[in-house]
C-alpha cells in the first residue's frame, strides 16, 4: 500500500539556520503530495502542496518540490525562525474517484532555539 | 464563519465500553473525513462521508463506525474500546471538487482506561 517516510525528530536548528525535512513516499498511482503543520495547542493546518511532478509548493518561506524520480518533497527554508517550532507532516493523497483520505507520514518535530 | 468543530475536547472511557464523537464541518463543506492520531504518530485515515454515505475507508476494525447528517455533520462511534484505541481523533471537512483542502478541526482526545 501507499506509505509515507519522514526524518526522525526531533530536529534542532539554531534561528535563521536553513531547513531540510526530509520526505519520501511509496504510491501505487501518481498522488498529490502535502505539507502540514501542527503548532502546539493547535490543529493541523495545510502549509503547501503539489499536485503533479516537478511542481513546487510553497507558503510562508517554506518550498516543497514533487521529485516523481525520487519519490521525493523535501521540505526547505532558508531562514527558520522560533515561531516555525511545530511538528511537519508529510503526506499524499490521490484526486478523483470520488475518494481522497491523506496518508500522513509520522511526523518530524522542529524545535528552533533563539 | 465558524471552522471545523469538535465535541467533546476530552474523553474518558473505560475497557469494553463504546463511545460517540461529534463534528460539524465548515460551512459550505460537504465531506467529512475521521483520522486517528496515536501519540507521536501521524495521523490515519478511518473513513470519509460524503451525501451521508460511507465512501473510502482506511484499515480499521468494524468497532469504528460513522454517521453523517442531513446537514453534513458526522458522528465517529467506536465499540468494545481497547486500551489501543486511546488517541487524538481528527474531524477534517472538505467541499466537493477534486482535491479540495481538508480543514481540521482541533481533535477530540479520548483516552481508554
Known amino acids: 500500500g501507499d506509505s509515507v517516510t519522514q526524518m526522525e525528530g526531533p530536529v534542532t536548528l539554531s534561528e535563521e539556520a536553513f531547513l531540510t525535512i526530509n520526505c519520501t513516499y511509496t504510491a501505487t498511482g501518481y498522488p498529490s503530495l502535502f505539507w502540514y503543520v501542527q503548532y502546539p495547542g493547535e490543529g493541523l493546518q495545510l502549509l503547501l502542496k503539489?499536485?503533479?511532478?516537478?511542481d513546487k509548493g510553497s507558503n510562508k518561506g517554506f518550498e516543497a518540490t514533487y521529485r516523481k524520480e525520487t519519490t521525493s518533497f523535501h521540505l526547505e527554508k532558508g531562514s527558520v525562525q522560533v515561531s516555525d517550532s511545530a511538528v511537519y507532516f508529510c503526506a499524499l493523497r490521490y484526486s478523483g474517484g470520488g475518494a481522497d483520505g491523506l496518508t500522513f507520514g509520522k511526523g518530524t518535530h522542529l524545535i528552533i532555539q533563539p | 464563519d465558524a471552522g471545523v468543530t469538535q465535541s467533546p475536547t476530552h474523553l474518558i472511557k473505560t475497557r469494553g465500553q463504546q463511545v460517540t464523537l461529534r463534528c460539524s464541518p465548515k460551512?459550505?463543506?460537504?465531506?467529512v473525513s475521521w483520522y486517528q492520531q496515536a501519540l507521536g504518530q501521524g495521523p490515519q485515515f478511518i473513513f470519509q462521508?460524503?451525501?451521508?454515505?460511507?465512501?473510502q475507508r482506511g484499515n480499521f476494525p468494524d468497532r469504528f463506525s460513522g454517521h453523517q447528517f442531513p446537514n453534513y455533520s458526522s458522528e465517529l462511534n467506536v465499540n468494545a474500546l481497547l486500551l489501543g484505541d486511546s488517541a487524538l481523533y481528527l474531524c477534517?471537512?472538505?467541499?466537493?471538487?477534486?482535491?479540495?483542502?481538508?480543514?481540521f478541526g482541533p481533535g477530540t482526545r479520548l483516552t481508554v482506561t
Open positions: 460551512s459550505g463543506h460537504d465531506t
Open positions: 477534517a471537512s472538505s467541499g466537493t471538487g477534486t482535491l479540495s483542502e481538508q480543514y
Open positions: 503539489a499536485t503533479k511532478a516537478d
Open positions: 462521508y460524503y451525501e451521508e454515505e460511507e465512501r
